[in-house]
């Protein structure tokens, strides 16, 4: 048996039949939680097995069944549990499915022992009969209050007001692991936040910065250097975007690696691109300034790049020989060669590459611009207001640099 057991009473399931699924040793490591609702305890009670039971059973009967298995997620991921045993019956297995699907990810087992005697063949309690399960959890988790602060962005004062933009902080999220908490906006079946918590937390972003969230791109991560030029067949991955539509929010995600942002008030087109070391020496910071020119004919000499919050020198390191891939680009992109693991500057090499490639050294806004709010802070250094893979771990949240042509 799982080390957790959900008996559900709410989906036709008789408390006695419910109740002889209990672990027979009292006091054994099964985390009991009983799903009954408000209504079927206005109605029933809750049967002397459970209330006299001397193991501890958690009652889930909350205003309706979205908001039941959203606590009974929050007491899972608290134990740091994953499996889960269901006692249920066919109608409501069939019920609970399309919940468990919006509020769990593949990290999670369920497992399903069917009860099928005579007197678990009644007609279901339901607390929430009226809109569809999608549209319960995410009116759930829009009542969820933000955590760890209000919404914060960062915004480049190299980028003028024709474009709407930022850097999104881990603040004013409703994401509650550690590690993902709050404003994480990347979900992803092997990590514990789901999709539906993650699209909450993308629109109070959205609210927040001044765009609708449903026309944002979120590049799909190859680290490497390839490019789509929005108009064009979309490629199956990529590490960059370009469009000269307004409206449109181009996206990259970082958690150490850096959102780039592109931008050329004189042609109205923009660009977004998601670089690690390994896209930055692939050069995909220069792959966007070329689409850029190619595309939409562009002038190099117009686009202003922002740097977003990624990880410093400070906190980053690669194997030897990786790091010298690094020192080929300029000897300071790695102040500490003959360590065995040396550190990394990979915002320097990205300058170094963008100046080369003939971006003014001017219309770049990274951690070397000193005489502007800061945009390019380390986001290993400040757990408070960034996610990081390097401090983290892989269970590791994402913040966005976001970026759009207004409509005017």
Known sequence: MSPVLLLDLV?????TCAGSSLPDVPGSDVHVFLLCGKQYRAENGLADAFLNSSRSVQVLDFGSTAESLYRLKQAVDQLDLSSVTVVTTPQGQKALAPYLQQLFTDVYTFDYKILTCPCCTGSAHT??????????????????????????VLRSNLIPDCFGHGFSTRTGG??????????????SSKRRDPEVVVMENRR?????????PKPLRLVKV???????????????????????????????????CMPLLFADPVSKVIGAAHAGWRGTLMGVAMAIVKAMVTGFGCQVSNIVV????????????????QALDFSSIHPDCVPDPESSRPHVNIRLA???LLQKGGILPEHIHDDTVTDQPSVTLCTSCHPELFFSHVRDGANFGVQLGFLWIRDC
């Open 174 to 187: 409703v994401s509650y692991i550690p590690t993902l908490s709050s404003m994480n906006l990347f979900n």
């Open 306 to 321: 922002a740097v977003g919050p990624s990880v410093g020198a400070c906190c980053f390191t690669l194997e030897k020989e």
């Open 350 to 352: 990205n300058r170094l």
């Open 222 to 256: 190859n680290h490497a250097s390839d490019v789509w030029v929005m108009g064009e067949a979309e490629p199956e991955n990529y590490d960059g975007i370009v469009t000269n539509q307004p409206g449109v929010v181009l996206a990259a995600p970082g958690a150490d």
């Open 11 to 15: 989906h036709g399931c008789c408390p």
């Open 204 to 212: 109070r972003l959205a609210l927040h910065a001044g765009f609708h």
């Open 127 to 152: 607390d929430s009969p009226g809109p569809g399960v999608r549209e319960e959890v995410s009116a759930l988790v829009q009542q969820l209050p933000g955590l760890r602060g209000e919404v914060t």
